[in-house]
């Protein structure tokens, strides 16, 4: 009798070792984690975009000839909040669909700055001074938001490539790797620009 209790005391106790180290729970939560990661960078990014009107509108005031950089940066911003990802059905090609819609907005609202620096009185205005305050603010958000869905995208990859945590997977979840976040191509090359200082 007492040694049918060890027995059924030891089967308890590997059992719920293995359903706490085999990714039972981790790779549901490490899911759920980056579906709230990539829902974040959305978030960002839709906020980005909200900017970008006001932001328009204050620099036509000043500089109304710079016409084609103003309808990249409205039809750059049309583009971006027109594609949009559901974090929890996100694919690669999504996802690089998405990726390309907000490059080309970066882009563009890159070039509408240099074009700002040309117009003192621009410059000068407070309500220009504070839309661009809150779109650096917004860069740096969406620059840390990234950081972290990156990170959560790792983390999630790893328990559903890596043994044990992939052996689980393969039984009951079967989850693909999730796409890893990156920027185009466009945005790298214009990353590795070294930075051009006018004095």
């Not at 240099?114 to 661009?132: H, I």
Request: glycine share 4%; hydrophobic share 40%; aromatic share 8%.
């Amino acid at each position: 009798m007492k040694l049918q209790k060890l027995s059924s005391l030891f089967l308890l106790s590997f059992t719920a070792l293995f359903f706490a180290g085999c990714g039972w729970q981790s790779i549901p939560t490490a899911k759920n984690q980056t579906e709230a990661a990539l829902a974040e960078v959305t978030n960002q990014y839709k906020r980005r975009a909200d900017l970008v009107p006001n932001l328009v509108n204050t620099v036509k005031g000043y500089a109304s000839h710079e016409q084609a950089t103003l309808t990249q940066v409205t039809e750059a911003r049309a583009k971006a909040t027109a594609v949009t990802v559901d974090p929890s059905k996100v694919t690669p090609e999504k996802l690089a669909e998405f990726q390309a819609a907000q490059g080309q907005l970066s882009q563009a609202l890159g070039r509408l700055m240099v074009v700002s620096e040309q117009y003192p009185n621009l410059k000068a205005d407070a309500n220009f001074r504070d839309l661009q305050a809150q779109l650096e603010g917004t860069e740096n958000r969406i620059t840390v938001a990234r950081q972290r869905l990156i990170e959560d995208i790792k983390a999630f990859n790893n328990l559903i490539t890596v043994p044990p945590t992939s052996w689980t997977n393969s039984i009951l979840y079967h989850h693909d790797k999730m796409p890893q976040w990156d920027v185009s191509a466009a945005e790298k090359e214009q990353n590795e620009k070294a930075p051009e200082v006018k004095f």
